[in-house]
């Protein structure tokens, strides 16, 4: 395949270009603007790409409340160019990745969410994501694109921007490692979310492209809720000196939900996927990417 992936310089887009080279596939790293419509449309003209992944987003769910103007630009708008160029050209197929977050506030007698629960976006981001979604159904309907979306939950990994809750717990773990600080500034540690390794992401992703079918939508997800508590408390029992954590309520997000879980019911029964890299394997090769990045570590606060 000749795929093109937009966002390939980000946190999800590293690992996907890594993971279709070794797969085999020719791969055209896109970091074009896709709010830019005119220059993406002649980047995709240029490169005849037979498959796109799209993953250039404003991903920042807490950033969504200061600029919501822009992440709807982003994530709607930037998804509306790639589609439209896709069709120009005569893509095969597209992957467009939503998010989990579009169906904002569930019942736990809800969960686990399959791809049929109703869509109720709370946050800026939610609602960008849930539009794009729309745009990619759409798209399919009224000019025949070949658009598949998966609807992906929280995922982490080495790499990963310290403004995600994981990744700025583990920043800031080993930079008390080094500083000697005792205490790691959190917010809310109640709220449960299904995580999975960028590595199992990735991997879903290309199986979708090869073997999802048309206009259908799959949940990427580990099938498990978890509380971000558990996630901290493993990362600082990982940590070379003894670190506790410390509530900021001046880190909690205006709104935020308290559960999500999805099933990957469908995307196994599809392309034989499920997720096969442990939490503790994730949280440990994460805190090994920050050892090795001292650069990059967080601020004490973490959002």
């Known amino acids: 395949m000749r795929a093109l992936v937009t966002g390939a310089n980000g946190f999800v887009g590293t690992h996907l270009v890594a993971h279709l080279r070794a797969a085999g596939d020719e791969v055209i790293e896109s970091t074009v603007d896709i709010t830019d419509r005119d220059r993406f449309a002649l980047h995709v003209d240029e490169h005849q790409p037979t498959v796109i992944y799209h993953l250039a987003a404003q991903a920042d769910v807490g950033g969504s409340w200061q600029s919501p103007i ?174 506790t954590l410390e509530s900021d309520p001046d880190l909690f997000r205006p709104v935020d939900l308290k559960v999500l879980r999805g099933d990957y019911t469908k995307i196994h029964a599809a392309t034989g996927w499920q997720p096969t890299i442990d939490i503790d394997k994730t949280l440990s090769d994460l805190l090994d990417y920050w050892r090795a990045h001292p650069e990059g570590v967080a601020s004490p606060g973490i959002t």
């Open 70 to 243: 822009a992440t709807l630009r982003v994530n709607v708008e930037g998804t509306v160019n790639v589609l439209d160029a896709a069709v120009a050209q005569g893509v095969q197929r597209v992957l467009a990745i939503t998010s989990a977050d579009i169906y904002g506030s569930v019942n736990e007698t809800d969960l686990p969410l399959t791809e049929d629960q109703p869509v109720r976006p709370m946050s800026p981001y939610g609602a960008s994501k849930a539009s794009a979604d729309i745009m990619c159904v759409s798209a399919g309907l009224a000019h025949g694109l070949d658009v598949v979306r998966a609807r992906s939950f929280n995922h982490l990994g080495p790499g990963q921007n310290a403004k995600f809750v994981a990744s700025a717990i583990a920043s800031r773990v080993v930079a008390n490692e080094r500083s000697g600080e005792g205490e790691v500034r959190v917010g809310n540690l109640e709220a449960r979310r299904d995580f999975t390794d960028v590595r199992d992401v990735v991997r879903a992703y290309r199986l979708l492209v090869t073997d999802g079918a048309a206009g259908e939508v799959y949940h990427v997800c580990s099938g498990r809720d978890r509380p971000v508590r558990e996630l901290a408390e493993k990362l600082i029992s990982m940590a070379n000196t003894p670190i």
